[in-house]
């Protein structure tokens, strides 16, 4: 299992990931699920990977080669798309053609659904993020609620309904994106250290911070050490519910 998040803010974009992989509690390992697709001033594609992780691979490197376009017979990667949605649809039919080679596996009861997330900006366009589902088909993220998760979602998604607004600060909204995280992390194991994270500035085709908050980090851990304390606080400061009966 994974989880994935991204936000677009007014501000800019955010997008997240962790590394783990698992397949039993005995065959842990880390794979990389956040990946930068051309970094250049004029093209930002950012995508980020949950579900199987043969299924994403395949895909990516179906994107790195070129997918057949149906409308116009040639074949689109992200090197050669002319906008994020492009890329959401290059992203869509590759996920489907990965799909396809496996439909033999698929008789045996084991599942090679993958979704993605695809953000960025091409051609100095306005930042913008999709998710694709394991159809092919997507949805674009808008600022009525400005973030899309794929993944081990539930844990993470109060505080993003309560804490995050289109006009979150960029960084702020990072923050608030890694209580998301501990939350996650802390309901469910398959989630975990490191965390991938890339952020960007509206009107910009390039990343501004691209880093990985390693198992080691201060400031993830002392955010989760405080968070939870924060929440502790707080249930002790809501009133008793008024039908305790008297002691």
């Known amino acids: ?11 800019g974009l955010v997008m997240m990931a962790d590394t783990r992989t698992n397949a039993g509690v ?29 299924t994403t691979q395949d895909a990516v490197q179906r994107l790195q080669q070129g997918v057949p376009n149906p409308e116009t017979g040639a074949l689109d990667s992200f090197e050669t798309v002319t906008s994020i949605y492009d890329a959401a649809l290059a992203a869509g039919r590759a996920i ?17 659904d993958a979704t993605l997330l695809v953000g960025g ?5 306005p930042l913008r993020l999709f998710l694709v589902y394991p159809a092919g088909n997507c949805i674009e993220c808008g600022p009525d609620t400005p973030y899309l998760q794929i993944g081990e979602n539930k ?15 960029l960084y702020d909204a990072v923050k608030i ?3 998301s995280f501990s939350s996650t992390m802390r309901s ?18 390039e990343a501004e911070v691209v880093r990985r908050i390693e198992t080691n980090d201060g400031y993830f851990a002392e955010l989760s050490r405080r968070w939870s304390e924060v929440i502790n606080e707080a249930c002790r400061a809501v009133p008793k519910v008024p039908f305790e009966p008297a002691g």
């Open 155 to 169: 844990y993470g998604k109060p505080i993003l309904d309560r804490a995050l607004d289109y006009d979150t600060d």
């Open 96 to 112: 489907r053609a990965a799909r396809d080679g496996m439909d033999s596996l698929q008789q045996g009861q084991i599942s090679f």
């Open 121 to 125: 900006s091409v051609g100095g366009e």
């Open 1 to 11: 299992m994974t989880y994935c998040v991204g936000f677009l803010v007014r501000a």
């Open 188 to 205: 469910n194991l398959a989630v975990g250290l490191p965390i991938d994270l890339v952020t960007a500035r509206q009107g910009q085709s």
């Open 177 to 179: 994106g890694l209580i």
């Open 26 to 54: 005995d065959n842990v390992s880390t794979y990389r699920k956040l990946r930068l697709h051309g970094n250049d001033g004029t093209r930002l594609i950012v995508t980020a990977s949950a579900g199987s992780l043969s």
